[in-house]
């Protein structure tokens, strides 16, 4: 399913981020410090089949879904990008995407980069953001330091890794996660400039097809 974005006048349509990179690099703590700096961007929440952790809400985290339920979504185009990560589907909410860029709301997506591709390919106004480690060795003493994933997972997960940094050059920029509280920085320098830009763009004379 596409979603028709330019019918609509950019003047009232919110900027849809996508932000992604590989597992382990930090992406999800650092659009978590974006969205509470920035109270006027949501983080869309996303549907999945795994099953929630402790302390995760169902509707807040992610819309916890049975295999069945996913199936259905998928079938009646209820998403708009989804993708087996790790053994578990994850798929973004066409319904969130829409509902946020009609009301004029700013919206990120926090996904993996087969999901990226999918959003880029659909939605290529979508601006994208990668999420790098320093280095594939820094990712893995990262990977190894959360202590949830055993050897065979994270062998895996590297594995991915380095396919997905062959990806990179395909995203609109690219942030190394080196120090989390200047990634952090860079992201909401990113983001405002990029926001800065549009909010010109929709208010420049002769500009308002
Ligand atoms: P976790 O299970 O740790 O919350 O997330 C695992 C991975 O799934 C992360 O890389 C995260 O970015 C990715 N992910 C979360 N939601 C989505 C989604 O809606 N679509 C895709 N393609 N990936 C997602």
Same mark, same amino acid.
């Given at each position: 399913?596409? @979603?028709?974005?330019?019918?609509?006048?950019?003047? $009232?349509?919110? $900027? &849809?981020?996508?932000?992604?990179?590989?597992?382990?690099?930090?992406?999800? %703590?650092?659009?978590?410090?974006? *969205?509470?700096?920035?109270?006027?961007?949501?983080?869309?929440?996303?549907?999945? %089949?795994?099953?929630?952790?402790?302390?995760?809400?169902? #509707?807040?985290?992610?819309?916890?879904?049975?295999?069945?339920?996913?199936?259905?979504?998928?079938?009646? =185009? #209820?998403?708009?990008?989804?993708?087996? *990560?790790? #053994?578990?589907?994850?798929?973004?909410?066409?319904?969130?995407?829409?509902?946020? @860029?009609?009301?004029?709301?700013? &919206?990120?997506?926090?996904?993996?980069?087969?999901?990226?591709?999918?959003?880029?390919?659909?939605?290529?106004?979508?601006?994208?953001?990668?999420?790098?480690?320093?280095?594939?060795?820094? &990712?893995?003493?990262?990977?190894? =330091?959360?202590?949830?994933?055993?050897?065979?997972?994270?062998?895996?997960?590297?594995?991915?890794?380095?396919?997905?940094?062959?990806?990179?050059?395909?995203?609109?920029?690219?942030?190394?996660?080196?120090?989390?509280? @200047?990634? %952090?920085?860079? @992201?909401?320098?990113?983001?405002?400039?990029?926001?800065?830009?549009?909010?010109?763009?929709?208010?420049?004379?002769?500009?308002?097809?």
């Amino acid at each position: 399913m596409t @979603l028709d974005l330019n019918q609509k006048s950019k003047r $009232n349509q919110g $900027n &849809l981020f996508v932000v992604s990179g590989p597992s382990g690099v930090g992406k999800g %703590t650092l659009v978590f410090a974006a *969205v509470k700096a920035l109270p006027d961007v949501a983080l869309s929440v996303s549907a999945t %089949t795994r099953a929630p952790r402790p302390g995760e809400v169902d #509707g807040v985290t992610y819309h916890f879904k049975s295999d069945a339920e996913f199936d259905e979504l998928l079938g009646h =185009g #209820g998403l708009l990008e989804w993708a087996e *990560v790790h #053994g578990r589907r994850y798929g973004t909410l066409t319904s969130e995407v829409r509902t946020a @860029l009609d009301e004029g709301r700013d &919206l990120i997506l926090e996904i993996d980069p087969q999901g990226c591709e999918q959003i880029q390919r659909q939605l290529p106004e979508a601006f994208s953001i990668f999420i790098a480690p320093p280095s594939l060795a820094e &990712l893995r003493k990262r990977l190894e =330091g959360r202590a949830t994933e055993d050897a065979d997972s994270i062998a895996r997960r590297l594995e991915t890794a380095e396919v997905e940094m062959r990806m990179q050059n395909r995203y609109n920029v690219v942030i190394v996660n080196d120090n989390q509280a @200047l990634a %952090t920085q860079e @992201l909401l320098a990113i983001l405002a400039r990029r926001r800065g830009e549009q909010a010109y763009t929709a208010t420049e004379p002769g500009n308002d097809s």
